[in-house]
C-alpha cells in the first residue's frame, strides 16, 4: 500500500457516512439525536482529559505555542472563513468537532508515522472505520460540515505521513506529548461547544498551535 492510502480511506469514509447521516436524519427522532450529541460530547470530555492526564508537556513551550498559534489563527481569521464558506455556525460547529475527534489522539499520530515509516496502515483503516460510523451520527446532527472536515482529515494525516515518509522518527517524544496535551485541550473545549457552551470562543482560530507544535 502507498503512503497516504489510509489516510485516504480515511476521509472517503468520513465523506460516505456524513452523506449517509444526512440523508438519515429526518427519520431519527429528536430525543435520540440529542442522546447521541449528549453522549459524543460527554465522550470528548473524557477523552480530552485522558489526553491531558497521559501526556507531560513543556509547559513554557505549550502556552508560546497556544499564544503564538492563537494569534496566527485570529489574524489569519480561519474560523470567521470557515462559516462563510458553511454559511452557517451549525455546520462550522460541526466541521471543528469532527476534526478535532477525527485528528487529534494516539491513534493518529501513530497510525500516520507507522503507514509512513514502515508501510503499515493497519492502525490507519480501523481508525477510518470508526470515523466512518462516527460520522454518520455527527452528520445527522450537525450536518454538512462534518462532511467537510474530511479535508482536513486529509491535508493533516496525509501531511504527517508525507514527514513520517520522507524524514523517518521526524517527531520528538516531546513534540508529541505537546501536541497530544494541546489536543487535549483543545478537545475540552470542543466538548463544551457540543454541549452548546462558550459559543463565543473561536476554537478554529487555535488550531494552528496544534500543527506548529508537532514540529517544535
Not at 47 to 53: P, V
Not at 55 to 65: A, C, H, S, Y
Not at 127 to 148: E, N, Q, Y
Given at each position: 500500500?502507498?503512503p497516504?492510502?489510509?489516510t485516504?480511506?480515511?476521509?472517503s469514509?468520513?465523506v460516505?457516512?456524513?452523506?449517509?447521516?444526512?440523508?438519515?436524519?429526518?427519520?431519527?427522532?429528536?430525543?435520540?439525536k440529542?442522546?447521541?450529541?449528549?453522549?459524543i460530547g460527554?465522550f470528548t470530555l473524557m477523552?480530552?482529559?485522558?489526553?491531558?492526564?497521559e501526556?507531560?508537556?513543556?509547559?513554557?513551550?505549550?502556552?508560546?505555542?497556544l499564544?503564538?498559534?492563537?494569534?496566527?489563527?485570529?489574524?489569519?481569521?480561519?474560523?470567521?472563513?470557515?462559516?462563510?464558506?458553511?454559511?452557517?455556525?451549525?455546520?462550522?460547529?460541526?466541521?471543528?468537532?469532527?476534526?478535532l475527534?477525527f485528528?487529534v489522539?494516539?491513534?493518529?499520530?501513530?497510525?500516520?508515522?507507522?503507514?509512513?515509516?514502515?508501510?503499515?496502515?493497519?492502525?490507519?483503516l480501523s481508525?477510518?472505520?470508526?470515523?466512518?460510523?462516527?460520522?454518520?451520527?455527527?452528520?445527522?446532527?450537525?450536518?454538512?460540515?462534518?462532511?467537510?472536515s474530511?479535508?482536513?482529515?486529509?491535508?493533516?494525516q496525509?501531511?504527517l505521513?508525507?514527514?513520517a515518509?520522507?524524514?523517518g522518527?521526524?517527531?520528538?517524544?516531546?513534540?508529541?506529548?505537546n501536541?497530544?496535551?494541546i489536543?487535549?485541550?483543545l478537545?475540552?473545549?470542543?466538548?463544551?461547544?457540543?454541549?452548546?457552551?462558550?459559543?463565543?470562543?473561536?476554537?478554529?482560530?487555535i488550531f494552528?498551535?496544534?500543527?506548529?507544535s508537532?514540529?517544535?
Open positions: 500500500m502507498f497516504g492510502f489510509g485516504l480511506v480515511n476521509a469514509l468520513i460516505v457516512g456524513s452523506f449517509l447521516g444526512i440523508k438519515a436524519r429526518r427519520y431519527i427522532p429528536h430525543s435520540i440529542e442522546g447521541t450529541i449528549n453522549a460527554l477523552l480530552g482529559i485522558k489526553l491531558l492526564y501526556n507531560r508537556p513543556e509547559t513554557l513551550k505549550v502556552f508560546f505555542l499564544a503564538f498559534g492563537s494569534i496566527l489563527g485570529h489574524l489569519i481569521k480561519l474560523e470567521e472563513k470557515l462559516q462563510e464558506l458553511l454559511k452557517g455556525n451549525e455546520s462550522t460547529k460541526g466541521f471543528i468537532s469532527a476534526s475527534l485528528t489522539g494516539p491513534m493518529t499520530l501513530l497510525g500516520c508515522i507507522l503507514e509512513g515509516s514502515k508501510a503499515d496502515s493497519s492502525l490507519l481508525k477510518a472505520f470508526m470515523d466512518g460510523f462516527s460520522s454518520v451520527i455527527l452528520a445527522s446532527s450537525m450536518g454538512k460540515g462534518v462532511a467537510f474530511a479535508l482536513f482529515v486529509l491535508v493533516f496525509g501531511m505521513t508525507f514527514f515518509f520522507y524524514l522518527s521526524f517527531i520528538s517524544q516531546s513534540s508529541m506529548a501536541t497530544l496535551f489536543g487535549g485541550g478537545i475540552i473545549l470542543t466538548s463544551a461547544k457540543i454541549f452548546g457552551l462558550l459559543d463565543r470562543v473561536k476554537l478554529l482560530n494552528p498551535s496544534l500543527v506548529i508537532l514540529f517544535v
